[in-house]
T-cell receptor
Framework: GAVVSQHPSRVICKSGTSVKIECRSL??????MFWYRQFPKQSLMLMAT?????????EQGVEKDKFLINHASLTLSTLTVTSAHPEDSSFYIC?????????????FGEGSRLTVL | AQSVTQLGSHVSVSEGALVLLRCNYS??????LFWYVQYPNQGLQLLLK??????LVKGINGFEAEFKKSETSFHLTKPSAHMSDAAEYFC???????????FGAGTRLAVHP
């Protein structure tokens, strides 16, 4: 199946710094990618829909200035957590859909665990 | 609005026993429904999906699910559990088509010898 790769898989940063997480579709093009956040032992919460070449669409309650999303190419979306605080510590997961011959399946990255000290 | 409810946050079965994970959905339009599995510290892997074709859907690893419109359910089953099936399972729904996924709270499956 199609592969979605996230980097880094783990990151630890100090409070107040910014952290960038990359999501790449390795063998397909994705005009749309999705960013999820998952708290320990909880479900995935959709944060935003990343659209190639245009602004991301954020879900209600998600601060767009806090979580900057850039989808500059058909294979790469980035999530930047700006001025991170301990409450931003979480598992962030991206997903993408292979638009060509769309089977409806979303492919998920391995996730990125952010720890803010 | 679309939503899914997974009944039972934890399910424990013996190896070789039937696995039944429950999912009920709410949707104002014909839904597309999915089951995903997540192993610790990993992303999600698709087990199976329902997209308005056959109501009994077979997936990977011996799992299957049946779409029952009258019961608004999409329960996941496997006849015989393996130790390797221990993981977190998520039911998800989209709004008619391949749109963003809305996930249920998840069910953690434990398999004991």
């Amino acid at each position: 199946g199609a592969v979605v790769s996230q980097h880094p898989s783990r990151v630890i940063c100090k409070s107040g710094t910014s952290v960038k997480i990359e999501c790449r579709s390795l063998d397909f093009q994705a005009t749309t990618m999705f960013w999820y956040r998952q708290f320990p032992k909880q479900s995935l919460m959709l944060m935003a829909t990343s659209n190639e070449g245009s602004k991301a669409t954020y879900e209600q309650g998600v601060e767009k200035d806090k979580f900057l999303i850039n989808h500059a190419s058909l294979t790469l979306s980035t999530l930047t957590v700006t001025s991170a605080h301990p409450e931003d510590s979480s598992f962030y997961i991206c997903s993408a859909r292979d638009q060509t011959g769309d089977t409806g399946e979303l492919f998920f990255g391995e996730g990125s665990r952010l720890t803010v000290l | 609005a679309q939503s899914v409810t997974q009944l039972g946050s934890h399910v424990s079965v013996s190896e070789g026993a039937l696995v039944l994970l429950r999912c009920n959905y709410s949707s104002s339009v014909p839904p597309y429904l999915f089951w995903y599995v997540q192993y610790p510290n990993q992303g999600l892997q698709l087990l199976l999906k329902y997209t308005s074709a056959a109501t009994l859907v077979k997936g990977i690893n011996g799992f299957e699910a049946e779409f029952k419109k009258s019961e608004t359910s999409f329960h996941l089953t496997k006849p015989s559990a393996h130790m390797s099936d221990a993981a977190e399972y998520f039911c998800a729904v989209t709004k008619g088509g391949y749109n963003k996924l809305i996930f249920g709270a998840g069910t953690r499956l434990a398999v004991h010898p």
